[in-house]
């Protein structure tokens, strides 16, 4: 039996897609021959430049899952969860331009976020904070291979065999566990072939890949589904679940404007908290090049995130509208077949495409959900693998005295069997894991373990001197408990009590009105557990001793300004407060032009925003005039999409040229290994 009588795919699309993972392969052997030492393998020896940062930390960041998340979203909001998304933007501006958290992170060259905590608080809390990092990573990841893989089969059409267990009646689908194994096997082989170097430079030529397709889908899908079929089809949506006027989504049940004001506080106290990309976060030449790829994310992302709610947007046409009703009826019946209803809404846009693309385009887009997917594996592997040994294993050791350091050659072979352990865990929790809410909840609450207190802890420990390993304690234990609580809540306990006490108190009515689902979502556990943690923080510190930090040393200022073979971290000391929003010495002539192109692009979208949110007050718009609104985003984003393609293409080549140039002549220090020595402590001892 071949390949080709076992998926829906044509000659031409097979060929696509090893032409394009070929392409990647090459590039991932590529890289072996510069990965010489522990910082090499963990931070790319902090080499990158800003381009290559944007686009290859870009791609890392919008791996297959999180497109099925967002379709998941986009299926069931329509355009309006991209409205109140706008809310976001002047954060994001704001949090750029200014360098929030990134410009001082860099600056303490930490290679992991555990590795600042033991600098800036103690070697112990460094222990407890990394497993609990590397746990709530492992959780979260677990279910990827999962999603991914159930996406590569639904929209390739392959059979499906199920096998179940003897003695304990658990079936597992074998389909499910060679796909996975497939996907998992690809991004161990690239990996481990360069650390950082290979995971970067794959992720970069795959996100320029993928920015090429986006485009080329767009007009397809544009094409398949004309723009006036999609607006009416939109406008039959019922009362309270608009798809096209964000100011009647009250109805729907999870992504209503509640959803997105939670979303706005947890960018901000999450931010860079989150450590599956954390080799990203140290791998900039200098932190003005870290500051400038944030600045420059948001033109990034653009083409991509005008392909995803359209895809979703066009699935719902498709199982609505009476446009391509062949595709629909096998789109319903596959659908039937899945059985279980949660996996069947995360597959419902990728088993609808399909049923309508066209040969070509069908290889073109299961390439670029490979890519996605071997991008975001290899970047998580690599950041959970790494945080494992950097973070717990190796601290651990050393409490024991220094003589226990690991050598670069064991800690080179300990990183590398830590990141095949990564995914040995992750194919096994994808085959016995029930999901039971949507992905993107899911995201939240499994992260909250960590970021629940973690986030409170980062911004104490920058920006706060006051901040104590007391605060520090308290708010991971606050935030972690209440993020796995609201885990077991949600999934195990409220699944499987709330029909036993149905079925046993049948004349109690409060207990038979219990609802399905549990009140709270993945998302707003998560806020419930931030708000506690950063409670938690400032009393731990203020009933605690000062610990009278000295930040210039801490963050390298002044006289403990770090010197470098090439100067790179020589640099003006930056401004603060507000001026930290304005020109400072780093910014060439180019800089200060991204930065006004970066401002007017965001407050254009935001001041027609608040114009519009204003309006309403007065005069309700109308279906058509939302319809009008979205298409005039959809052109002026595509525009802007194309042109920055092209300036992503040539910056982020010119960048990865230099890198391989800093690799080839750098002096390596086989001590710089992410160990925190005895005078680069600057809280307690412990």
Not at 534 to 552: E, F, K, V
Request: hydrophobic share 50%; charged share 15%.
């Amino acid at each position: 039996m071949t390949l080709l009588t076992l998926t829906n795919l044509h000659p031409f699309d097979i060929g696509l897609i090893i032409v394009l993972l070929g392409m990647v392969a090459g590039f991932a052997l590529h890289t072996r021959r510069y990965t010489k030492s522990v910082a090499d393998f963990l931070s790319a020896n902090r080499c990158a430049g800003r381009y290559l940062l944007t686009i290859a930390g870009g791609m890392a960041g919008i791996g297959a899952i999180s497109i099925v998340a967002m379709w998941e979203q986009f299926y069931q909001a329509g355009f309006t969860a991209q409205f109140w998304g706008t809310l976001l933007a002047p954060l994001g501006l704001i949090m750029a331009l200014s360098g929030w958290i990134i410009y001082r992170y860099r600056e303490t060259r930490a290679m992991t976020l555990a590795q600042f905590l033991e600098m800036r608080y103690s070697r112990r809390f460094r222990v407890f904070s990394g497993a609990l990092c590397w746990l709530s990573g492992i959780l979260n990841y677990g279910i990827f291979p999962a999603v991914t893989g159930r996406f590569i089969i639904y929209f390739l059409g392959l059979p499906i065999h199920m096998w179940t267990v003897p003695g304990i009646g658990l079936e597992l689908n074998l389909t499910l566990g060679v796909v996975m194994a497939g996907l998992l096997g690809s991004a161990i082989f690239i990996t481990l072939n360069g650390g950082q170097i290979a995971v970067m430079v794959t992720d970069f030529i795959q996100g320029q890949l993928s920015n090429i397709v986006f485009l080329v889908l767009l007009g397809v899908m544009l094409y398949l589904f004309p723009w006036s079929v999609i607006v009416e089809t939109l406008m039959q949506a019922p009362p309270g679940e608009s798809k096209l006027n964000p100011f009647d989504t009250g109805s729907l049940p999870d992504f209503n404007p509640w959803f997105y004001f939670i979303i706005m506080f947890l960018s901000i106290y999450n931010y860079m908290v989150w450590q599956g990309s954390q080799g990203y976060n140290s791998s900039a030449i200098n932190p003005h090049e870290a500051k400038m790829a944030n600045i420059l994310a948001q033109f990034r992302s653009g083409v991509t995130y005008l392909l995803i709610p359209l895809a979703a947007i066009s699935a719902y046409v498709l199982m609505n509208a009476p446009i391509h009703e062949a595709a629909t009826l096998a789109t319903e019946a596959k659908l039937a077949e899945i059985g279980d209803a949660q996996i069947a809404k995360q597959m419902t846009t990728a088993v609808a495409l399909a049923e309508v693309l066209p040969i070509g385009v069908m290889g073109l887009l299961a390439a670029v959900m490979l890519m996605a997917s071997i991008s975001t594996d290899t970047t998580y592997l690599h950041s959970w693998g790494s945080i494992f040994v950097q973070d717990v294993y190796s601290p651990i050791r050393q409490l024991r005295g220094k003589e226990h350091r690991l050598s670069p050659e064991r800690h080179l072979k300990m990183l590398k069997g830590s990141i095949v352990g990564v995914a040995i865990f992750a194919w096994v929790f994808s085959m016995i894991f029930p999901l039971k809410e949507y992905i993107l909840m899911y995201f939240q609450a499994t992260g909250a373990i960590f970021t629940g207190g973690a986030g409170a802890v980062l911004i104490g420990g920058l920006y706060w001197k006051r901040g104590t390993v007391t605060g520090a304690w308290l708010a991971m234990i606050v935030g972690s408990v209440l993020a796995v609580g609201g885990i077991f809540m949600i999934n195990f306990i409220w699944p499987n009590l709330t029909p036993y006490l149905q079925a046993t108190y049948t004349n109690i009515a409060w207990i038979q009105d219990l609802p399905e689902k549990f009140w709270l979502n993945g998302v707003q556990m998560a806020f419930l557990a931030s708000l506690s943690a950063t409670l938690a923080y400032i009393l731990g510190s203020l009933l605690s001793p000062d610990p009278q930090l000295n930040m210039d040393r801490l963050l390298h200022r002044g006289e403990f300004q770090a010197k470098t073979p090439e100067g790179a971290d020589h640099i003006a000391p930056p401004v603060r407060g507000w001026r930290a929003l304005a020109f400072t010495a780093e910014f060439t002539k180019g800089d200060k032009l991204i930065y006004w192109f970066k401002i007017g692009w965001v407050l254009f979208f935001f001041f027609t925003f608040i114009i519009i949110c204003l309006w309403q007050l007065f005069y309700k718009w109308p279906d058509s005039w939302w319809a009008n609104w979205w298409l005039f985003k959809l052109v002026f984003t595509g525009v802007i999409g194309v042109i920055t393609t092209v300036w992503f293409l040539i910056g982020g080549f010119k960048d990865l040229g230099a890198m391989f140039k800093r690799l080839k002549t750098i002096q390596r220090d086989a001590e710089d290994d992410g160990t925190v020595e005895a005078d680069e402590h600057f809280g307690s001892r412990d």
